[in-house]
């Protein structure tokens, strides 16, 4: 004697029929995007603000992230990094960095 073992049969389904495709099957199309939110807290230093200390400094300044972010007010390094590059991408200061530190100075 042997054993065989039981498994379900699936019913066939005729040719005509094609097979339903399953609810819980995943569609080929991306996922819709995130919504926007706010990106964060609002910068602590505006742009204007900080020009008006670069000014009061004389117009140019060098060091490093922490020294001009502390110049200019700012809390953090990104926050400094985030000002000066915003100022230089709308042409109000120029920026450059080398291997004593960061330069900057009004445009």
């Not at 230093?45 to 670069?54: K, N, S, T, Y």
């Not at 230089?88 to 445009?107: F, H, K, N, R, Y």
Request: charged share 25%; glycine share 10%.
């Amino acid at each position: 004697m042997f054993w065989v073992p039981l498994m379900p049969v699936k019913p066939k389904t005729a040719a005509s029929e094609a097979p339903k495709p399953r609810s819980d099957e995943k569609d080929d199309d991306p996922p819709p995007p995130r919504p926007k939110g706010r990106a964060g807290r609002p910068a602590t230093v505006l742009a204007p603000q900080a020009i008006e200390r670069l000014r009061k400094a004389g117009g140019q300044a060098s060091g490093s992230i922490r020294t001009m972010g502390k110049l200019l007010g700012t809390k953090s390094k990104t926050a400094t990094r985030r000002l000066l590059h915003r100022l230089a991408s709308d042409g109000q200061i120029t920026l450059a960095s080398g291997p004593e530190g960061t330069s900057v100075a009004l445009a």
